[in-house]
């Protein structure tokens, strides 16, 4: 085994050991959205075990934590980031429980999707208590998206202030396209405590404004939910899984469909290649931009009265589905369940990483569908 200062690491070698330090742990199968080839990343973290850097936890095969030769490296060449994991793990004890490492595992998968779409994650950012301590450290949301876990947040307050220590948020997301409390559902879906939610996106907002230089409004909450997970299959169940009633406690397919429970639209990012392109884009543009990206003002304005759509072309009731706005879909579903309107077809307007998933939530054949291609997608982002 190499001693600490003689291992050279690639990029994604620092890329899969900092989304580990930064969230504790995490499960292997997250990784792999860390680069375009499953096969390099497979045999990265095996060069990363044989070194001795990365290791399994006990009785666990699928999480991966730091060693104590993997500690010993970050001290040695990553300062900040050594910092970060030992204040976050409190002093190294990560925790072992079944809790624990839920928690760790659905933080790990959104933070490696972050840091893949340029979003900063652990110590490339300031904290509040260095903002705290220096009112110039306040960022410009447009200069820099980023994203703080809750856990992350509740250290550095310092104190449990209200019931946020108790959401199901991975964190939240500040960006100029968007502001969101994060959830990683995994492989399942999850029930939350709206009340609970609902507090959590209120003193996110506090944080904001702690955080940036002018950045929400006077009164404006949190106005978003992202909802990652392993793919449109587990999606799919998500938006189907609802219990209604009248209790707090609902599920969140009960939130997507029923926007009151929350006022937030929910965003659906899946933690893919194709996720973090679609990440990119709504944490770069807000929902009005890209409705502006896609229709003109003559299209939108053409909407007929009574109907509420994105846009309206040659007979076509349009919605757009870039802003990975599942909350819409569920609203198109329950409007058009045949993708008819009094006139004629309703469509969909998304980007070739979205279609399979729009095209099996709707379950109608023929479904009007208009594909932009992941180079328009990339072109939006360059301002093309």
């Not at 208590?129 to 998206?145: G, L, S, T, W, Y």
Request: aromatic share 8%; charged share 20%; net charge positive.
């Amino acid at each position: 085994m190499m001693t600490q200062n003689k291992i050279k690491l690639n990029q994604l070698c620092r890329d899969i050991l900092y989304v580990i330090a930064c969230s504790s742990a995490a499960e292997r199968e997250d990784l792999n959205v860390l680069s375009p080839s499953y096969k390099y990343v497979s045999n990265m973290v095996s060069k990363m075990i044989d070194n001795g850097l990365i290791a399994y936890m006990r009785n666990d095969a699928k999480i991966l934590r730091l060693t104590k030769n993997g500690l010993n490296y970050l001290r040695e060449n990553d300062t900040p980031l050594y910092e970060f994991y030992m204040k976050m793990t409190n002093d190294g004890q990560a925790g072992h429980s079944q809790r624990h490492k839920e928690l760790m595992i659905k933080t790990a998968g959104a933070q490696a999707s972050m840091l893949m779409a340029g979003i900063d994650i652990g110590p490339q950012k300031p904290s509040l208590i260095d903002i705290r301590q220096n009112a110039a450290a306040k960022m410009n949301i447009e200069d820099q998206p980023t994203f703080y876990m809750g856990k992350e947040i509740k250290y550095q307050t310092g104190q449990k202030v209200s019931r946020s220590h108790l959401s199901r948020a991975s964190g939240v997301l500040f960006s100029q396209g968007t502001t969101a409390l994060v959830y990683n559902t995994v492989d399942s879906s999850i029930k939350i405590s709206t009340a609970v939610e609902n507090e959590t996106a209120m003193l996110a907002r506090v944080w904001s404004a702690e955080l940036y230089n002018q950045y929400l409004p006077p009164g404006v909450s949190i106005y978003d939910s992202i909802v990652m997970c392993r793919g449109d299959d587990v999606m799919l169940s998500v938006m189907e899984n609802c219990i209604g009633g009248k209790s707090t406690m609902k599920m969140m397919g009960d939130t997507i469909k029923n926007i009151g429970l929350t006022n937030r639209s929910t965003r659906y990012i899946p933690i893919s290649e194709d996720g973090i392109l679609s990440l990119q884009l709504i944490s770069t543009y807000t929902r009005r931009e890209i409705k502006d990206l896609l229709f003109t003002k003559a299209e939108q304005e053409a909407v007929p009265a009574g109907y509420t759509a994105d846009a309206f072309i040659n007979g076509l009731l349009c919605f757009e589905f870039l802003s990975c706005n599942v909350t819409k879909l569920a609203y198109v579903k329950s409007k058009f369940p045949d993708m008819k309107w009094e006139h004629g077809d309703v469509g969909i307007v998304c980007w070739d990483g979205q279609a399979d998933f729009v095209t099996r939530y709707f379950n109608v054949k023929p479904i009007r569908i208009r594909q932009y291609s992941k180079s328009a997608i990339q072109n939006f982002l360059k301002g093309e």
